[in-house]
């Protein structure tokens, strides 16, 4: 199976940024897709952007040209740049990985402890 550590989040004033990252170890044989969802008090959880094995990312509307998905495969790690980040921002933030773990033949889903961002005045 695989562990995922999360880091970068904190709290910030309204129009700054931060930078997640999100580690992935363990046994596994193979990542597909990594994704950050988020999870805002009293919301439901939402995808914020999402990036293939291939490097194809998605970003929800409300982040586009704001955020940026990235990551490093050799590492097994996936990023989110927040930059413009506003106070409906705020919101416990979950990286989610789609891996193959040793001796299984189908991907299983996992996710993160999750890491808090708070953007206040």
């Known amino acids: 199976q695989v562990q995922l550590v999360e880091s970068g989040g904190g709290s910030v004033q309204p129009g700054g940024s931060l930078r997640l990252s999100c580690a992935a170890s363990g046994s596994f044989s193979r990542i597909n897709a990594m994704a950050w969802y988020r999870r805002a008090p009293g919301k439901q959880r939402e995808l914020v952007a999402r990036i293939d094995s291939s490097g194809t990312t998605y970003h929800a509307d409300s982040v586009k040209d704001r955020f940026t998905i990235s990551r490093d495969n050799s590492n097994n790690m996936v990023y989110l740049q927040m930059n413009s980040l506003k106070p409906e921002d705020t919101a416990v933030y979950i990286c989610?990985?789609?891996?193959?773990?040793?001796?299984?033949?189908?991907?299983?889903?996992?996710w993160g402890q999750g890491i808090q961002v708070t953007v206040s005045s």
């Open positions: 989610f990985v789609d891996a193959v773990d040793l001796g299984d033949y189908v991907s299983r889903l996992h």
